[in-house]
């Protein structure tokens, strides 16, 4: 792997050969290492670099056939995703079909990749279509340096930063996965072109447990559970990443709010509720729209005020415990809230409930003394991980985030501050006794934090719970309280969140369960299927124990409608239901119960 982000995402074989390539093409001064497939990240080493696929298709015996299918595939040197931007053809299955075709013929090759630093002028690095001059002008003209590196395959030169292996026979245990639009460059204004992911690995059987892996992905993915389960919907009319509740999704969205918020009560929080937006002043005084704003939806300008949708809510908060003049014996003031909040984020990152633009945060703001640091962080995090052993969350890591000490533009520039913050969050993690790793430049702008990293099912690892220590905003809000001497002194304030947002948490318990919710949170906990529509003695004995199970606070359904039972079933079990309570005649006459478990094909029968 390469010491910069731009190598390290591509500096991965099991080839000991590679190890001239890889040098040539990492920048002056950068670390190279070599690491094996097995151990890489396949999320991110195991995935070819854009231009070694591109090289492939572009097959040099025939590169005018291979121009027709692609019509000039280009790349952008800061691309994090392996890509084949093609650009004039809708992406068929015949398109993909052919490129498939063109890649396995030249990977059965020994077709070399070889390095070289050219003038960016020069007629090597021409396009192989004037489709594409456009982009290959664009990219060189805004290089830095006056040459530019080049890969040679055959007849056919790539522009490109590297690194590549060193032919096509290492790339044969390949497949073309998926493909999605995408703007040149990342840029709205620019046209769309589209982006095509392959995997590749050392080994056919390597390959095949990996795309076993993606459709094990694709069956936990939470969009199509919750699709399957009528729980959220987004329409691109409401706006992209707005995703919608639906009734049975708005179910689990209150029951996780309950849980929580009375865990919460229970510790003395104490909670609140705030407007979604907030002038822009408010957001200058706190410095999120110095060092947020990017992430901001644009301001309302509103008889001559300034709004935006808060992006987070510790101003709010902030305010709120300025409300009131407070002694030391008040202390701590933990505030907390289920809060709307609304980011601009990427349509490109963009993922159903686990990552939208607006959200809703379990939030909270707890206002201590510095004696108080500890003993607060500490209750802080057994909250989040006896949270975890309630939905048996088991597979996580620690994470203590620090500023760079060289970012002045990120971080409120006070060394002192931030020295002290990181000092005492490191003795309290020492302390309790928390195994943690530290992350460099992963810090909140005002302070630093403890972030607990998931690992779900399939995917990559991500923040869902973290505490933030934070001296910065409260001398901003200039926030005081009365000590014991009689002196005016400032608050530390504790950021946390335990759930995260309630949105990517479902989304969370929803992969990881595969909709297969405990009983206490699914939307629906049991429904009712007479065996017959027609029978009016039956339907009253359904109708009668509906209403006993709603009347004990049973989440129940009753599906009568004119379809074959087997039918019935087969759709309850794809909604995921507990309980499918099956009612005869028999079970009418005897006033009893059958029900079979989901997942089950067992059917037990009870008296009422």
């Known amino acids: 792997y390469g010491s910069s982000p731009e190598t390290m995402s591509w500096c991965s074989f099991s080839y000991s050969n590679q190890l001239t390539a890889t040098k040539n093409a990492a920048p002056e001064g950068t670390d190279i290492g070599i690491t094996t497939w097995p151990s890489a990240d396949p999320e991110k080493s195991d995935y070819l670099k854009p231009s070694q696929f591109f090289a492939i298709s572009a097959d040099s015996k025939n590169p005018a056939e291979a121009a027709k299918i692609l019509n000039y595939i280009t790349n952008s040197a800061d691309c994090n995703n392996v890509l084949l931007a093609e650009r004039?053809?809708?992406?068929?299955?015949?398109?993909?079909?052919?490129?498939?075709?063109?890649?396995?013929?030249?990977?059965?090759?020994?077709?070399?990749?070889?390095?070289?630093?050219?003038?960016?002028?020069?007629?090597?690095?021409?396009?192989?279509?004037?489709?594409?001059?456009?982009?290959?002008?664009?990219?060189?003209?805004?290089?830095?340096?006056?040459?530019?590196?080049?890969?040679?395959?055959?007849?056919?030169?790539?522009?490109?930063?590297?690194?590549?292996?060193?032919?096509?026979?290492?790339?044969?245990?390949?497949?073309?996965?998926?493909?999605?639009?995408?703007?040149?460059?990342?840029?709205?204004?620019?046209?769309?072109?589209?982006?095509?992911?392959g995997v590749c690995f050392p080994t056919a059987e390597e390959l095949e447990a990996h795309l076993k892996e993606l459709e094990e992905a694709k069956e936990r993915d939470h969009r199509k559970i919750g699709k399957e389960m009528e729980l959220f919907m987004t329409d691109d009319l409401v706006g992209r990443g707005l995703p919608m509740f639906l009734p049975k999704g708005y179910t689990v969205w209150q029951e996780l709010e309950n849980y929580i918020k009375d865990k919460e009560r229970r510790l003395g929080y104490l909670h609140v509720m705030t407007p979604c937006v907030g002038t822009v002043n408010l957001y200058k005084t706190s410095g999120h729209w110095d060092n947020y704003k990017e992430n901001m939806f644009p301001p309302m300008e509103m008889e001559g005020e300034s709004f935006v949708l808060r992006p987070m809510n510790c101003p709010h908060h902030m305010m709120i415990y300025a409300n009131t003049q407070h002694s030391y014996k008040d202390l701590p003031i933990r505030i907390g809230e289920i809060a709307h909040d609304f980011r601009f984020e990427a349509s490109g990152t963009l993922k159903g409930i686990e990552r939208g633009r607006h959200f809703c945060q379990n939030d909270?703001?707890?206002?201590?003394?510095?004696?108080?640091?500890?003993?607060?962080?500490?209750?802080?995090?057994?909250?989040?991980?006896?949270t975890y052993k309630d939905f048996g969350i088991t597979d996580y890591r620690c994470v203590l985030s620090l500023r760079d000490p060289e970012d002045k533009v990120k971080y409120h520039d006070d060394d002192e501050m931030w020295n002290n913050a990181e000092n005492a969050l490191r003795k309290v993690l020492n302390d309790l006794g928390i195994e943690y790793t530290e992350e460099i430049g992963e810090a909140a702008f005002y302070g630093p934090k403890l972030d607990v990293n998931v690992k779900p099912a399939v995917g990559n690892e991500y923040t869902l719970s973290t505490c933030q220590l934070d001296f910065c905003l409260p001398a901003k809000f200039n926030l005081t309280y009365v000590d014991k001497d009689g002196q005016k002194k400032t608050p530390v304030v504790l950021h946390r969140a335990i759930l995260g947002s309630l949105d990517r948490f479902m989304a969370y318990i929803l992969e990881e369960t595969k909709g297969n919710l405990p009983l206490w949170l699914a939307p629906v906990q049991a429904m009712i299927l007479p065996v017959k529509n027609d029978d009016e003695e039956l339907n009253a004995y359904a109708h009668d124990l509906y209403g006993y199970l709603l009347d004990n606070n049973i989440r129940a359904d009753i599906d009568e409608r004119a379809e074959k039972l087997g039918y019935r079933v087969r759709e309850a079990q794809v909604k995921k239901i507990p309980y499918l309570i099956i009612l005869g005649k028999q079970e009418a006459q005897d006033g009893t119960v059958s029900y079979r478990l989901h997942g089950q094909q067992h059917t037990t029968t009870v008296s009422r």
């Open 88 to 197: 004039g053809i809708p992406l068929s299955s015949d398109v993909a079909e052919a490129i498939s075709s063109n890649l396995d013929e030249s990977s059965q090759q020994v077709i070399d990749f070889i390095y070289n630093v050219v003038d960016p002028h020069s007629s090597q690095v021409n396009p192989p279509s004037a489709d594409g001059s456009s982009e290959v002008n664009d990219l060189i003209s805004n290089l830095e340096d006056g040459n530019i590196t080049v890969y040679d395959q055959g007849d056919f030169t790539d522009l490109c930063r590297g690194p590549h292996v060193d032919n096509t026979k290492l790339c044969k245990n390949f497949k073309l996965v998926k493909h999605s639009g995408v703007y040149w460059k990342g840029d709205a204004s620019n046209h769309v072109m589209q982006r095509i992911y």
């Open 364 to 386: 909270a703001h707890l206002f201590v003394t510095p004696e108080q640091i500890e003993s607060e962080f500490s209750k802080v995090v057994d909250l989040i991980f006896n």
